[in-house]
């Protein structure tokens, strides 16, 4: 993959070029995840806001149209504060989500070594291009009480990840400063 975005211009806007390969769309989660997580880890530094959504949650609405209430004014700072907490939160959730697509974090829930051997089995497969049976082969693990998975923990970080995926996707359109 190559990309080049550069600076953006007042009156020609900005020059882009993309150039994708096929390695790039085998694992096209992975691949957007190298460029999606240094982006939310700059907006996080350089943020100068918050989503209205957010702020609007914790009270902070309509500030203008309110701020001739004492009590308003007295606590929109605070309101504020809140969301900017919020908004972190959301923001390290996204990004945390986005790191394990790039790291094997499998691999914590991986004891032992495997000892596979492919062995013939008794089910046959019908071909669909030859419409011949064909044997097939189920993979055996010899070492199955030293190897183990833990997929509860697996699981359990996989929804974690998840739900970072799912703020991205319901924040997307905030994500600008």
């Keep these: 993959m190559k990309v080049k975005i550069g600076k953006y211009r ?4 900005r020059k882009i070029e993309v150039e994708i390969h096929d ?3 085998w694992n096209l989660d992975s691949t957007l995840a190298y460029i999606i997580l240094p982006c939310l ?7 100068h806001g918050v989503p209205n959504e957010i702020v609007n949650d914790v009270g902070g609405e309509k500030y203008l149209a309110q701020s001739c209430f004492d009590f308003y004014t007295e606590t929109h700072n ?3 504060d809140i969301a900017c907490k919020r908004w ?5 959730k996204m990004i945390w989500a986005f790191h394990q697509l790039i790291i094997d974090y499998e691999k914590k829930y991986q004891y032992g070594k ?3 051997e492919y062995v013939e089995s008794d089910e046959l497969f019908t071909n669909p291009i030859t419409g011949k049976q064909e044997k097939t082969f189920r993979m055996t693990d010899h070492n199955r009480k030293n190897h183990w998975t833990d997929i509860e923990g697996m699981e359990t970080h996989q929804e ?18």
Excluded: M
């Design 114 to 116: 495997g000892i596979y």
């Design 23 to 25: 390695y790039d769309t």
């Design 88 to 92: 972190d939160d959301i923001l390290d």
């Design 41 to 47: 880890l700059r907006l996080k530094e350089t943020k």
């Design 10 to 13: 007042k009156y020609s806007g």
């Design 160 to 177: 974690r990840i998840q739900e970072g995926l799912n703020l991205f996707g319901k924040y997307y359109r905030s994500l600008w400063d």
């Design 78 to 80: 605070e309101s504020f």
